[in-house]
């Protein structure tokens, strides 16, 4: 009964910007923790941000300085602003979230192309 969907992805140039937004729906009492994943073609799932119920964040260091999570408790909503996007940041995002009571679900994933 939960789900969680994704937004924001797209095409972009070299150096701009996109903003992905995961909200969470369905019967949730808590959620212990958010992130976003990628993977591109022919890589494996790696974490590029997360952040946890008492606000502590991590990200990867090859995004770091780059891209922000943050959240938005009342609305069961985590985001990702990506700035100076590069072509290797291409990849399926995807959210993750693990609920209380309920475990850990996985978003259906949004597209980011960084191209010219």
């Known amino acids: 009964q939960v789900q969680l969907v994704e937004s924001g992805g797209g095409l972009v140039q070299p150096g701009g910007s996109l903003r992905l937004s995961c909200a969470a729906s369905g019967t949730i009492f808590s959620i212990n923790y958010m992130g976003w994943y990628r993977q591109a073609p022919g890589k494996t799932r790696e974490l590029v941000a997360g952040?946890?119920?008492?606000?502590?964040?991590t990200n990867a260091g090859s995004v770091k300085g780059r891209f922000t999570i943050s959240r938005d408790n009342a609305e069961n909503t985590v985001y990702l602003q990506m700035n100076s996007l590069k072509p290797e940041d291409t990849a399926v995002y995807y959210c993750?979230?693990?609920?209380?009571?309920?475990?850990?679900?996985w978003g259906q994933g949004t597209q980011v192309t960084v191209s010219s």
């Open positions: 952040i946890f119920s008492g606000g502590r964040t």
């Open positions: 993750y979230a693990d609920l209380t009571g309920l475990g850990g679900r």
